[in-house]
């Protein structure tokens, strides 16, 4: 989603209201906590187009109902998503709060002891869990003394993690997730459910059928000038493979023909492209609905079958729409699930905009078990991967950007596009091939990405999420931790051939924690809610629960230390030793963010 205007965090500071010498002697004190939060979340965190984190402080400290309505007011104009309140004393719990409902909160309240902060921060969060508006409370786990301006560690991991949580929920908020398509073969995941998204994403759901491609490319209802720009491209940086699946078969297509799908798979990329951004150009060629786009922030392609039994495959669509180059450079990337997974995008959504980094569509395939590799290929497998490992795949809506030779430190990486080099968006396409798809599943052909994601030395750290839903309970969230992976070769040879040669190949050791559903790399197979998982670079399960609590999601699953778990504060009235029941009962009582 380009071209849009970024939610800020509003940060308030809070004071003891008492004039004639109180609230005096604290008024810099208090003011400068304000803008410390300030420097660090603008240091620290980025919007999805890299720009820094704005935020918004109250034109003055706030120690009364008078202030807190001034301030609230200002957030209101300037588009505030989430409010930090930030204290070194005692205040007034419901007078200074913030109340608005559709917001997250948190609270900062200093850890000195010549100044009550604790007790306001208590005090005000039992303020919010009687309202039923719950906040994230942050104490300090060390004394600071009364002077001391500085955030430490602890504070500012629960700052930003809070921040980052605030932040997807503000951007994601009011956008659109669009059909292409409806339900692709029965999957769930694409019975797309618009309460869901209203109420506990606030967003709405735009759907325009598969024939609106169609449409677009009889009536050239696309930039041509652009569209010759990518052809060739397209000719040069993604030439089509070897015919893997179709060399014995009599109804394989010709060399023309194949070319006549990459044509098209061209044109669809920058439709969907369209679809969702809008495009101005189109209005300058008089085609001004088309040209405002369905301000979607997240998209989903049915293609099987009714369009794959007929034209080409949406692989090549999927798989550009969720990387950050083409022939337009380099760029920031799409969220767009195959098979109209709505569900499957969302948890993309989250990954995406916790990370900024564009993500991994996969059916979860197959577990392998560390009996099962040697049985097939002789080999006993050793290291990270001893205990076996989830084979992710599908032909689709796999970011080019997961080949492993994008690098952070040395190590394989998945990079925002603001941090990537032409080297390394030139490496990942050379390093991934364009398989013409298997004609028995796809009768119209088209093109899958091909390649396997490289672990390197200590794999690459990686975290697969998954959104279901289920009658009853709602939303839930399911979170594994863990690495890709590579395998010695033999073994990679031999399950690559009995699998999908042709598709794309992430190797997944999830990261055991010999409890629940992360007993064992098996159980995660079996615990998992659905077909598909969004996996993205990098550690981020800490992340995803916090910002599920925001949308009151409950986590069914995942392997995420008890330490770094921080959600509302009014988490703990519904439950301390078992952490789980209680976040599925708080958010039931709560209830989603939204009406
Ligand atoms: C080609 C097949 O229909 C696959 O696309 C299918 O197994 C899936 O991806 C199901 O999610
Ligand atoms: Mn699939």
Not at 153 to 166: H, N, P
Not at 190 to 208: A, C, H, I, K
Not at 243 to 265: G, I, M, R, S
Request: charged share 20%; with cysteine; net charge negative.
């Amino acid at each position: 989603m380009t071209n849009m205007t970024f939610p800020k965090i509003g940060i308030r500071p809070t004071i003891d209201g008492r004039r004639r010498g109180i609230r005096e002697s604290l008024e810099d004190q208090t003011m400068k906590m304000a803008h410390s939060v300030a420097d660090l979340l603008a240091a620290t965190l980025k919007y999805p187009d890299g720009s820094p984190v704005q935020t918004v402080i109250s034109d003055t400290t706030i120690g009364g109902v008078k202030e807190a309505a001034m301030s609230k007011e200002k957030f209101d104009r300037a588009g505030v998503c989430g409010t930090i309140t930030v204290t070194p004393c005692w205040c007034y719990g419901s007078e200074t709060m913030d109340m608005s409902p559709d917001l997250p909160h948190a609270i900062w309240g200093f850890n000195g002891t010549e100044r009550p902060g604790a007790v306001y921060l208590a005090a005000v969060l039992a303020a919010h869990a009687q309202k039923g508006i719950p906040a994230f409370g942050i104490y300090g786990h060390d004394v600071q003394d009364a002077d001391d301006t500085s955030i430490p560690d602890d504070v500012k991991t629960k700052l930003i993690r809070f921040a980052k949580g605030a932040l997807a929920t503000g951007i994601m908020r009011n956008k659109s997730y669009l059909s292409i398509g409806s339900v692709a073969m029965g999957i769930a995941g694409s019975t797309v459910d618009p309460d869901f998204f209203q109420e506990y994403l606030g967003m709405r759901n735009e759907y325009v059928d598969m024939t609106e491609i169609v449409r677009r490319w009889d009536e050239g209802i696309y930039d041509k000038e652009e569209f010759e720009k990518a052809l060739a491209w397209a000719e040069k940086n993604t030439p089509i493979g070897p015919d893997l699946y179709n060399e014995d078969d009599p109804n394989k297509f010709t060399d023309e023909q194949k070319h006549e799908q990459l044509v098209a798979c061209v044109k669809m990329t920058m439709i969907a492209r369209d679809l969702m951004d809008g495009n101005k150009k189109l209005a300058d060629m008089g085609f001004k609905e088309e040209a405002e786009g369905h301000n979607a922030i997240a998209a989903g392609f049915q293609g099987q079958r009714q369009w794959t039994d007929h034209f080409p495959n949406g692989d090549y669509m999927e798989a550009f729409m969720n990387s950050q180059y083409d022939w337009n450079g380099i760029h920031q990337p799409h969220v767009f699930a195959t098979e109209n997974d709505s569900l499957n995008a969302t948890s993309m959504l989250f990954n995406y905009l916790l990370t900024n980094t564009p993500q991994i569509f996969a059916d979860v395939r197959t577990y392998w078990s560390p009996e099962a590799v040697e049985r097939v290929t002789g080999t006993k497998l050793e290291g990270v991967a001893k205990n076996g490992f989830l084979h992710l795949s599908n032909s689709g809506a796999q970011t080019l950007d997961a080949t492993g030779q994008e690098t952070i430190d040395g190590q394989p990486a998945i990079k925002p596009f603001y941090d990537l080099s032409e080297e390394e968006a030139q490496a990942n396409l050379d390093h991934t091939r364009w398989i013409p798809a298997n004609i028995g599943y796809f009768r119209g052909g088209g093109f899958s990405s091909n390649y396997v994601t490289r672990g390197g030395e200590k794999g690459m750290p990686v975290t697969m999420a998954r959104l279901n839903l289920v009658k009853g309970v709602g939303p839930e969230l399911q979170v594994a931790e863990g690495y890709a992976v590579d395998l010695p070769e033999n073994v990679f040879d031999i399950i690559n051939k009995r699998t999908d040669p042709g598709w794309p190949s992430t190797f997944f050791v999830p990261i055991l924690t010999g409890h629940g559903a992360f007993k064992s790399v098996y159980d995660v197979m079996d615990n998992w809610g659905a077909n598909h998982g969004a996996i993205s670079y990098g550690h981020i399960g800490a992340d995803l629960i916090t910002l599920a609590s925001i949308l009151r999601i409950p986590v069914n699953m995942h392997n995420v230390p008890e330490s770094d778990i921080f959600r509302p504060r009014a988490w703990s009235s519904l439950g301390t030793e078992n952490l789980e029941a209680a976040d599925f009962n708080a958010c039931k009582n709560f209830g989603p963010l939204y009406k």
